[in-house]
């Protein structure tokens, strides 16, 4: 069974960072596009950010683009989202994902597997 966990999340000051990490088990998804997604209260999910399956390739939401960077451990099965310099707009929800195959996409419902969330606040 595929389980993937998120961990990092938390209140930070404005301007602060934090590190998220998405730990996946169940099976290998060393060949896959990983990716992050966000919902703030009242709003739709958003892409964050993806990797392709070496980390060779990356991106972004433009909203975070600059400030987040993901990156990915295949080793572990993990993914990580760096956040600098967050603001009071980055408080949501963030989920990782595990697309369905090795093409980028911006789409959720491109995304097979997902983790239960973490909650990331900002204050002002």
């Known amino acids: 069974q595929v389980q993937l966990v998120e961990s990092g999340g938390g209140l930070v000051q404005a301007g602060g960072s934090l590190r998220l990490s998405c730990v996946a088990s169940g099976r290998t998804f060393s060949n896959y596009v990983r990716g992050w997604f966000r919902q703030a209260p009242g709003k739709e999910r958003e892409f964050v950010a993806a990797i392709n399956w070496s980390g060779g390739r990356t991106y972004y939401a433009e909203s975070v683009k600059g400030r987040f960077t993901i990156s990915r451990d295949n080793a572990k099965n993990t993914v990580y989202l760096q956040m600098n310099s967050l603001k009071p707009e980055d408080t949501a929800i963030y989920y990782c994902?595990?697309?369905?195959?090795?093409?980028?996409?911006?789409?959720?419902?491109?995304?097979?597997?997902w983790g239960q969330g973490t909650q990331v606040t900002v204050s002002s």
């Open positions: 994902a595990i697309h369905r195959g090795s093409s980028y996409s911006t789409k959720s419902n491109d995304y097979a597997y």
